[in-house]
């Protein structure tokens, strides 16, 4: 059993900057890909960036290219992702997930097997 807790959301201006945070205990941090996923009032939850379980490869959804930085401290067993430049479409509930590595990084939610509770990003403008 793995289990995630997510910190760092609140209520920023348009073109400010949050910096999430997704501490891991249960298992090995260094064993599991990990991703964010996030979810808007009435829309699906949708992929927004993952690593291996190293940290030395990264994916991006096309939306947050440029602007959000995922990265792993696996010492402090902690995943980050840095979000700068946030428009107003970026709020959401935004979600840590862990995968095992050996199957690999996936950008699909039903690949991951454990989930934070989600913390709120809300963008005014």
């Known amino acids: 059993q793995v289990q995630l807790v997510e910190s760092g959301g609140g209520l920023v201006q348009a073109g400010g900057s949050l910096r999430l945070s997704c501490t891991a205990s249960g298992r090995a941090f260094s064993a599991y890909a990990m991703a964010w996923f996030r979810q808007a009032p009435g829309k699906e939850r949708e992929f927004v960036a993952n690593?291996?379980?190293?940290?030395?490869?990264?994916k991006y959804a096309e939306s947050v290219k440029g602007r959000f930085t995922i990265s792993r401290d696996n010492a402090k067993n902690t995943l980050y992702l840095q979000m700068n430049s946030l428009k107003p479409d970026d709020t959401a509930v935004y979600y840590c997930a862990a995968r095992r590595a050996v199957t690999g990084t996936s950008t699909s939610d039903n690949a991951y097997d454990y989930w934070g509770q989600g913390t709120q990003v809300t963008v005014s403008s």
């Open positions: 690593t291996n379980w190293i940290g030395t490869t990264t």
